[in-house]
């Protein structure tokens, strides 16, 4: 099954050296200190940093570890900071966004999770994931996994974690202004469904359990859990919901008194530990206090910290481990930081080096996509990738929808638009017109709905919301 990271038993080799510090020692009894919270960022951050490759690469064929960037970004340490060897030219967030440029990324049998992984990590480092370059647009990536026969899921159903990871990019990969880019129609049905897939334990796994008693009814995972509540709440879902708070009676259920670690189907890990924290960090929780402090008054951070190589800063993945391991370290600290699965870029120290970098123009002749949702009103909402190739800098929203028709994945999305040209008003959308007050309207970017026209003006990387209403 494909998953939004490489599995963490694949450690990455380190130099023996950076194994070879002392594990930070706490308290008998306490929870982790501000000071300890802030020297483990520090040497954490240090040793992600020990990961860069010599071009300036965190990313590549094979084991990858882009998740640094989510990391960083929770610490305050902004992507474009990170450099090898004093180059500038070769920081961390120019390197990751030419890689995400190229025609070749991610592979040749791309997965829904790829793309998230993607617009997680972008959006972290200063990228705006819509508008990475005139060629590459991540949410359109991720909108042509729209599953029409299961309105809600992303990727094969069967792989929930697509779905998951669906929610965490497109809720949480927020505009540079901040606010929402996707529509609440689509966001809804991603809620839904995710809901509809949390065990009866109040947890969740990879898996598909919708529909299927059995599964519904097993063990539930602790990282599956952290992801699941955190893309609940990055929806928008309050962390006093019902599901939410399930979710995390669900991680305290798990908690091991000694430690404050999670037992979790993999055994007790500081990947597992980082996925829960993150959920909690997500809704809000304190990982720290109430119901996160055991009787021997331990901490899922005390956890991580206690796991932790200082000065090196490196994690291990099991206490019984000798080295550190790079995808337990990223997960870890970002949990110590008190992150979530990602987190706005920080402004970055480096003289002239903007918080954001994307895309401001179509390149005429360059095939680029968009991503576009149809509500009709009556809960029938399409989602789908438009692949067209601009003439201009800019295009319109009549030429979108007339792409649409011929050009979307998946298909169906926009069957027939009135007027067929022209720059007039949108009169009727997939053999739907206008009636009263009851008018196609259309949002770019989570703006307000507006009625829609076909000589609206649509730029690279608009994300376009059409919708039938009052």
């Known amino acids: 099954m494909s998953r939004p990271r490489t599995s963490r038993r694949l450690a990455l080799a380190v130099p023996a050296a950076l194994g070879a510090f002392a594990l930070t020692a706490l308290p008998a009894s306490a929870t982790s200190s501000p000071a300890q919270i802030a020297t483990s960022k520090t040497n954490g951050v240090a040793y992600l940093k020990s990961l860069q490759a010599a071009d300036g690469s965190y990313a590549g064929s094979g084991l990858s570890n882009e998740w640094a960037f989510s990391a960083f970004a929770a610490t305050g340490t902004a992507v474009v900071d990170v450099y090898p060897g004093g180059d500038t030219t070769k920081n961390a967030r120019t390197v990751y966004r030419n890689l995400l440029s190229t025609s070749g990324w991610p592979s040749a049998s791309p997965v829904v999770t790829d793309y998230e992984r993607g617009a997680l990590n972008a959006y972290a480092a200063g990228i705006d994931p819509a ?109 006093t919901d019902t599901d939410v708070v399930q979710a995390k009676n669900f991680l305290k259920s798990k908690l091991v008194t000694a430690t404050g670690a999670f037992n979790s189907m993999y055994g007790v890990n500081t990947s597992s530990n980082g996925w829960g924290v993150a959920g909690l960090n997500a809704c809000g929780f304190n990982p720290q206090t109430g119901d996160f402090l055991t009787v021997a008054g331990k901490t899922p951070i005390d956890f991580l910290i206690a796991n932790q190589y200082n000065p090196a800063g490196g994690f291990k993945y099991k206490p019984t481990d000798t080295t550190p391991s790079a995808y337990a370290s990223i997960d870890a600290l970002r949990a110590v930081a008190g992150g979530g699965f990602t987190a706005a870029p920080p402004v970055p120290v480096t003289p002239g080096a903007p918080q954001w970098v994307a895309q401001t123009a179509f390149t005429a002749g360059t095939a680029t996509k968009l991503a576009l949702t149809v509500d009709d009103g009556a809960g029938n909402l399409k989602v789908c990738s438009v692949a067209f190739t601009p003439t201009g800098t800019t295009t319109t929203l009549g030429d979108v929808l007339t792409a649409a028709t011929t050009a979307a994945t998946p298909s169906g999305c926009v069957t027939s638009v009135t007027p067929a040209s022209g720059s007039g008003t949108v009169t009727d959308v997939n053999g739907k017109a206008n009636s009263g007050s009851n008018t196609w309207k259309v949002s770019i970017d989570g703006s307000a709905f507006a009625g829609a026209a076909r000589g609206q003006v649509v730029g690279v990387g608009d994300t376009i919301a059409l919708r039938w209403g009052a």
Request: neutral net charge.
């Open 131 to 239: 508008r990475v370059s005139a060629s590459r647009n991540l949410v359109a990536n991720i909108y042509a996994y729209w599953q029409t026969a299961e309105a809600g899921y992303f990727g094969p159903s069967g792989n929930f974690n697509g779905t998951v990871f669906a929610a965490l990019s497109l809720g949480g990969a927020r505009t540079q202004a901040g606010g929402a880019r996707v529509p609440q129609a689509l966001t809804d049905s991603m809620v839904t469904r995710i809901r509809a897939n949390q065990h009866v334990d109040g947890g969740w796994t990879y898996n598909k359990a919708e529909g299927n008693p059995t599964v519904l009814n097993s063990a539930g995972d602790v990282d599956m859990t952290g992801a699941a509540m955190a893309a609940l709440c990055a929806s928008g879902v309050p962390n």
